[in-house]
Every structure is written in C-alpha cells, then in structure tokens.
C-alpha cells in the first residue's frame, strides 16, 4: 500500500537515476581491467603511460562531443528518449569492449561508449530537476550522483570477483554485464520514464503537461509556475503570471514561444553569465582530480606503498564503498546543506589534502616500506573522496542545472558536462604521466585548481538553496536591468491591451 501513495515523481526519478548506475561502473572498472594480467596480455605488456591514459581516456573526448548536442536531441525529442537513445549507445560501445579482439576495437569500443555517455548522463539531472517538487529537488537530483558511486563500488568488486578468472573473460565478464544492463536501461527508459511536463509546456502543449503533472502526482499547490518564453529571450515573471490566465494563456505569448533554440543563444545578454559559470564549475569539478583517484586508485595505493597488487586492488574497491556511504547522507541533506557554501569550503578543503599529499612526497617523507608518511597518504587519498562526495560530487551538478532558465536548461546543462568531459579527458590522459614524471606534481597541481574555483565562486555564486526554478530566474534577472527592461516594454502592452 505504500509503494501505491509513492507519487510517480519518486519513481519516475528513481529510474531515471538507475541509468547513473553504467557511467559509475564503467569508472570503476575500467582502472583494474587495464591492470589485469589477462587484460595487459591480450593487448601488449609494454604500454607506457602515455599509451594507458589514452586507453583510459578515450572514452571522455567522444563524450564531450556528444554532450554538447544532448541538449538540442532532448529538447526536440524529449528528454526519456533522449536518455534512452544515449544508454542504447553507450551499451553497444560496452560490447564492442567485452568483444574486442585487438586493442584498436577495444578503443573503439570506449569512444561508442563515450558518445552515449555525452548523451544521456547530463540529462537526467535535467529530467529529474524538471518533474520534482522544489521542496525535494535537491535530494531528487542527487539520486544520479548516488548511482554512480553505487556503480563505482559495482564496478570496482565486480572486477575483483573476476581477476580471479584464468581467461580473458577475467577483464570481458565487467563489460558483459555492463552491456546487458545498459539494454535493461535503455528500454526501461524509453517505455517506463513519462514526459517532462515542462519539456511538454515549453513546446505548446500545455493540456498535456496538464496531464502529465497529475500522472506524476506533483500537487497543484507543489506545481511551480510554467515560464512561458517571449521571442526576445526574456522568461515571464511570476508577478505577470499571477495576473491571470487572460495573460498567461494568450495566444500571442504562446504564438511567441520559443522552444527550439540555437547554441548562440546559451551565450545571449540575459544567460550568458549563468552558462559561464556552470561549464566552469562542471569543467573545475573534475580538475579536482576525483577521477584521477578513481582511474587510476590501485596505481595511487602502489606509489603509496602497498606493493601487493591485490591489497591496492582492494583498497581501490574500499574508496569506492566509502564515497557511496557518505554520498547517501548528502542525498539526504542536500536540501538542507547551501549549495554556495558546500562548493566553497569543500574547494577549500580538497585542496588542503591534495597539497598535503603533495607535500609529504615532495619532503621525501613517503618510503614503501616503513614510516608513517606512507599511511597519511593513504588515509588523506580516502579523506579526499570523502569531502568531494560531501560536497562537490553533490552540488555542482544539481546547481548546474537549476540556475539555468527552462528554454536553454537542456542544452546549457549539457554544454557544462561537455566541459566536465573535456576536463576529464585531460585529468584522465595526464594522470599516468605526471605520476611517471614526478610524485607529487599531480596533486599540488589539483589543489591549486580546487583552491581557484573556491575564490571565484565565493565572488559570483549566488546561493539556490530552497528557491524555486521560478525564483532563481528571477534573482538572475534582477542582476540584468537591460533583460528587465526588454520584458517590461514587450509585457507592458499586452496586459495593458488585454485589460
């Protein structure tokens, strides 16, 4: 009887965050596969760093691409398609992986995969962020980052449980399964995942949207204000709204709705500073080096001293359990916790570990076999995944998407995970090298990214927490008198004329 008063809202986000689920376990797997004997014997036994971080990589540059077009594919064909397309992909680049005969199909493989991961990642939060509540969107948009951590830890075990595999299926067993779950995903999506209602209301059909809000079970009273987009850019304001249906519902405002939009138009007068500042925090959240500790953890707990290949491989999976044990209570409190705040101090705090780390190699302090140098690295490696997980790996995405206006939400999310994939490549491809060259080069390299993005998003972060999608529009347009003045001389007329 409880599952049947859930609203749909929680189910429908609760799928939606399932799909999460691949991107973190590919994460987690990709690391030990490539550290397998089976694996490093099928595909050559003497790859240098340079040739282990593209292996590695390989898969974000395809993805950045991709992302930059998820936003136009969902905002034509919706966002559950979209997401369904983009699984679809990223499980055909998953078998071409767990085929692969050669290392060049391998690669191949991992670019397919990359694409469908552009795709469709970016959009859930988007999806999530259109059909939830304000007063539990927060925590509803923190459910994809939940998965991900989950599939870290999948992915991670998953491996472990395999290397013990005297074949190649050792490494080819993570990718079948990872192959198998994406078409699981795909179709769940594609059949399962109703239409966003604001997707459905940005392109005119408003009796739809209607329908689709009572079918998600989001109360008239929870419903926010729809924005209803002028041909000049500018979002109705909720004074306008509260006007009455003969302003809201006109067929010259509708008439003048424009829901497809151009790439040019992210970086118009009255967004332009929001996309700005979301493809930079997206981009900076992974200069943090996360994925460098996620890559590349067992070659980490080697430098550090644990020489067995299977404690480090263990150890791997450890950090990957902890980061989704503290992801669970930032789900829970993300709606309590300030976005401005979290990203603020966890910047601060992330960079004191990465110098500290960086430090105690620097000082010759680390030895492998004795001294407690090797230790404090070590606890300072699980320390660091877990403040990122408290705070940057919970808030940047969710603020990311709810400070961007409904027309460009879609394609201004997507732009910023292009920006996060293209940072990742570089964070994903260098890791290796910069670890062959120097040990400590890395990490002073990611605490002072972490220690910038800190200091400027204390200078231009607004604060989001609790507001509406409505009200964090409105608060950014407060901070644009030519964008107000534009939507006060087209607006003005019509409601004078209508009464």
């Known amino acids: 009887k409880r599952l ?43 790859q240098s760093a340079t040739i282990h971080g593209l292996i590695v990589s390989s898969i974000l540059i395809p993805a950045a691409i991709s992302s930059f077009f998820a936003g136009l594919l969902a905002d034509r064909l919706g966002r559950s398609k979209g997401i369904s397309i983009g699984v679809f992909i990223f499980g055909v680049g998953a078998a071409l992986e767990a085929s692969a005969v050669h290392l060049a199909m391998f690669i191949v493989g991992r670019c397919i995969e990359g694409i469908g991961e552009g795709l469709f990642l970016g959009t859930l939060v988007v999806y999530i962020c259109e059909i939830s509540p304000t007063r539990v969107r927060g925590t509803f948009t923190t459910g994809p980052q939940l998965l991900i951590t989950l599939g870290l830890v999948t992915g991670f075990f998953t491996c472990y449980g395999s290397s013990g595999i005297q074949s190649s299926m050792s490494w080819r067993t993570p990718f079948i399964l990872l192959a198998s779950l994406s078409m699981i995903l795909s179709a769940a999506s594609l059949f399962f995942l109703p239409p966003s209602p604001r997707w459905l209301t940005l392109h005119g059909r408003d009796g739809e949207a209607a329908e689709a809000w009572d079918y998600l079970g989001v109360s008239q009273a929870e419903r926010e204000k729809v924005e209803i987009e002028l041909e000049f850019g500018d979002v109705v304001s909720p004074e306008v709204q509260d006007k009455g249906p003969s302003v809201t519902t006109s067929t010259e405002l509708q008439t003048k709705a424009k829901p497809i939009h151009t790439l040019l138009d992210l970086f118009s007068r009255d967004v332009r500073s929001r996309t700005s500042l979301a493809v930079f925090m997206m981009g900076m959240q992974q200069l943090s080096g996360i994925d460098g500790v996620l890559y590349y953890a067992p070659l980490l707990f080697q430098q550090a001293g644990l020489a067995s290949s299977e404690a480090s491989f263990l150890a791997s999976g450890v950090s990957a359990l902890v980061i989704f044990g503290v992801t669970i209570p930032a789900l829970i409190w993300a709606d309590q916790w300030g976005r401005r705040h979290s990203t603020i101090y966890g910047g601060v705090a992330l960079s004191i570990t990465m110098f500290l780390i960086g430090a105690l190699y620097a000082s010759g302090s680390v030895h492998a076999s004795f001294g407690a140098g090797r230790w404090v690295v070590i606890v300072t490696i699980y320390i660091f995944a877990v403040i990122y997980a408290l705070t940057w790996g919970v808030g940047i995405k969710i603020y990311a998407a709810e400070i961007q206006p409904q027309r460009t939400r879609a394609s201004a999310t997507s732009l910023a995970h292009g920006s996060n994939w293209a940072a990742n490549f570089l964070v994903a491809l260098t890791t290796p090298i910069l670890l062959a060259k120097s040990s400590f080069g890395a990490y002073f390299l990611f605490g002072g990214c972490s220690i910038l993005t800190a200091i400027v998003c204390a200078l231009f972060m607004p604060e989001t927490k609790g507001r509406s999608l409505d009200e964090i529009e409105e608060a950014f347009k407060r901070k644009s008198p030519r964008s107000k003045s534009i939507a006060d001389g087209v607006l003005r007329p019509i409601i004078q004329w209508k009464h």
Not at 5 to 17: E, G, H, N, Q
Not at 21 to 41: Q, Y
């Open 4 to 46: 049947e008063k859930m609203p749909r809202y929680v189910s429908a986000s609760i799928l939606c965050s399932m799909n999460g689920l691949l991107f973190g376990m590919d994460t987690g797997i990709i690391g030990p596969v490539t550290d397998m004997k089976d694996f490093v014997a099928q595909f050559g036994g003497s």
